[in-house]
């Protein structure tokens, strides 16, 4: 049997592990218990996939959802693993197939759906079939402090026992009562192999913003990435569905997805974000872990996440190709008093709501972090980092201030009105304002009133956001979300403790936030032909065009340029599989490209004739090898399909005595195609 890392290059087409995998596979292959506490795009599904390629029987992979399950399989078989998901969503082909390939003794790796083993005829099924490993996916699940607990989970670690073999959990976010759980209920609480490795994800760019008009801002940060796939998190239903619309009205391809939508209609849109380039989702975090997808460019929340661990696997949805990716996350005074309410109103025993205060506190000091926010992150985790480069707080540091002085004004107001009001009524009184309110209360007359008068409202509003952000105060459920102070906040009111805030955030941006390129602009057009090809060889085959290669794959492509098969194999995930089904193709992409394209594209910049020869050359890639793809390589030299971009010919007479007869056969009709849909 060939070694991890020789499987590692010839099937999935990686020349090295990324960061912690190696030890974990290792362990798993030599059949320890083994708890895996990884990042979500780090890699967790080959530190299961490898060890079931290098073991005897099948391994079986208990994961939480049908569309997960699906896309991983389809992704094994990609790259020629055989592989099957035993799912309600089966068709009976489908299921056929995969019991065919268990009886044949080929399938390495079967999953399903921990709600199977409810079943009293799953464990003879599973001791009939030689499994030899069992991975838990999403291990978290198995724990009541995990935010997506599953009853059914429980059921595994009696499956462990009973079958006798090892076990491999994995998790992205654990924290130390989950961590316990899990190997209590899987392990019965004999410690396995513990792997706590590397929660950072550089490549994703972290950035935070105080709420001014939350949609503007969202499609704001869309329009700056139009065309990338991207997800959009929202705190309700209605809102999935109000800024879906608003996205579409600004021209994107945005759809919404909620608990609420009917199973069809849910799954549809999870094939659409498989399958489209390009397709932003606006949903609740009902849309999670079923997302595999691995060149989502960038993540926004426009409502703050319930717990530093919620952000952290939502923002790790994005770049899981390894590529650039990028975040945002809104946040106001309104998500604060919700999320404290939420858990105040909860039904959770005393001890879990002060670790759910805790957790939302750690997220809040993310929010109105002064430091680099990737350290302030890891630091959660129990890492340590210096300044990333890669957030807003490191590219801008944030403007501070002594607001020891503000934050003793405004506690001094809350406290001689009893903790009774809001944040605008205290603004009021800080700044001196008679309301009718005001006055009707007698508030005019106390000694706060118009102490704040060096701040204006704005700055106020910040001031009362940092202080619920550093849980100074927090809004009373049973007073209508009325501010009582903290004791954290007590040595503050004494002046024996000062307190660093941020100039308010709130402040109106003068342009639109720019997204981060991908390539250099010399590389662009050869990304952009790269991805035309990827989609059109996808939508042959009717699967996602990550499929294919994702986007990762294609940088390096468009970065290195490779000249024949030897170097296209050794391009990250090119492996054996790929390289037979597409590396002719691709290779005649890149060839012609940076062979002719670059220095006459740029003199079309700017003019209608670059857009149409960007389209020109889609078409020519498409029918490289004709509409058969078997012919022999035929291209256009980039100066000829300039030609045709600015004299745009009328009709086929005209194409043929630009083109040439052979050229003209080959693609003339879809040139004029073009043409005709450019008028």
Not at 51 to 57: F, H, I, Q, V, Y
Not at 394 to 401: A, R
Not at 575 to 585: F, I, V
Not at 588 to 597: C, K, S, T, Y
Request: net charge negative; proline share 5%.
């Amino acid at each position: 049997m060939p070694g991890a890392a020789t499987l590692l290059r010839d099937v999935f087409g990686f020349d090295a592990f990324r960061p912690g995998q190696e030890d974990i596979v290792n362990a798993v292959s030599n059949g320890e218990n083994v708890l895996a506490i990884m990042p979500t795009g780090g890699g967790k599904s080959l530190c299961f996939q490898l060890p079931a390629l290098m073991r005897d029987g099948v391994t079986v992979v208990i994961s939480p959802l049908i569309a997960l399950m699906r896309d991983q399989v389809r992704a094994l078989r990609a790259v020629g693993v055989e592989a099957g998901a035993l799912t309600s969503g089966n068709t009976d082909q489908e299921t056929d197939e995969v019991w065919q390939a268990l009886e044949e003794r080929r399938l390495k790796l079967l999953y399903i759906a921990p709600e199977r083993l409810a079943a009293g005829s799953a464990l003879g099924m599973l001791r009939r079939i030689g499994v030899n490993l069992i991975a838990v996916d999403e291990a978290h699940c198995v724990s009541q402090w995990g935010h997506d607990f599953r009853p059914d989970y429980l059921r595994i670690g009696d499956l462990r026992r009973v079958l006798d073999v090892p076990l491999a959990a994995f998790t992205a976010t654990a924290d130390a009562e989950t961590r316990d759980e899990i190997v209590e209920k899987l392990f019965d609480g004999q410690p396995p192999a513990s792997f706590l490795h590397g929660f950072d994800r550089p490549n994703i760019n972290l950035a935070f913003a105080a709420k001014d008009g939350p949609r503007r801002q969202i499609t704001d940060f869309a329009d700056a990435r139009k065309g990338q796939s991207g997800i959009v998190y929202c705190g309700t239903r209605a809102k999935t569905e109000t800024l879906a619309k608003a996205l579409r009205d600004g021209g994107h391809n945005a759809c919404h997805y909620h608990g609420g939508m009917e199973a069809e209609d849910r799954r549809i849109v999870e094939t659409r974000f498989n399958a489209e380039d390009g397709l932003i989702v606006v949903a609740t975090v009902a849309f999670g872990m079923g997302v595999d997808k691995p060149d989502i460019r960038w993540v926004a929340h426009a409502d703050l996440p319930k717990s530093i661990e919620a952000y952290y696997q939502e923002i790790g949805r994005a770049g899981r190709d390894g590529a650039p990716a990028e975040t945002l996350t809104l946040y106001g005074p309104d998500d604060i008093r919700l999320r404290r309410s939420q858990i105040d109103e909860g039904l959770a025993p005393p001890e879990r709501r002060m670790a759910d205060h805790a957790r939302l506190n750690a997220l809040l000091g993310l929010a109105e972090a002064q430091e680099c926010r990737r350290a302030v992150l890891l630091r959660y985790f129990g890492e340590e980092t210096a300044g990333c480069g890669n957030c807003d707080t490191c590219e801008t540091p944030p403007e501070v201030f002594d607001g020891t002085e503000a934050v003793r004004k405004a506690l001094s107001a809350i406290l001689r009105t009893d903790e009774f009001f809001g944040a605008g009524h205290l603004i009021d009184i800080l700044t001196g304002n008679e309301t009718e309110k005001v006055r009707a209360r007698g508030h005019d007359r106390l000694p706060t009133f118009g102490v704040g008068q060096d701040l204006d409202r704005r700055t106020w509003q910040g001031v009362f956001r940092q202080m619920m952000g550093h849980d100074l105060v927090r809004p009373d459920p049973e007073r209508h979300g009325a501010l009582r102070m903290t004791e954290t906040a007590r040595p503050i009111l004494r002046d024996e403790q000062s307190i660093t805030l941020r100039r308010d955030t709130l402040v109106a941006k003068s342009r639109r936030p720019a997204a981060k390129a991908l390539v250099s602009d010399e590389d662009a057009p050869l990304l952009s032909a790269l991805k035309a090809k990827r989609r059109a060889l996808a939508e042959a085959a009717r699967v996602p065009a990550y499929v294919v290669f994702t986007d990762r794959t294609l940088i390096e492509m468009a970065e290195t340029r490779p000249a024949n098969l030897d170097q296209m194999a050794r391009i990250s995930g090119v492996g054996a599989k790929k390289l037979e089904r597409y590396g002719d193709a691709f290779l005649q992409v890149v060839n012609g490209e940076a062979l002719q394209v670059h220095p006459t594209r740029r003199k079309l910049a700017g003019r209608d004739a670059g857009e149409l020869y960007d389209q020109l050359l889609e078409a020519q890639a498409d029918l490289a090898r004709g509409e058969g793809g078997i012919d022999r390589p035929l291209s256009c030299s980039a100066s000829l399909l300039a030609r045709v971009a600015s004299t745009r010919p009328r009709d086929a007479g005209e194409m043929a005595r630009l083109l040439g007869d052979k050229r003209a056969e080959r693609f003339g009709a879809a040139f004029l195609d073009v043409l005709r849909a450019a008028v």
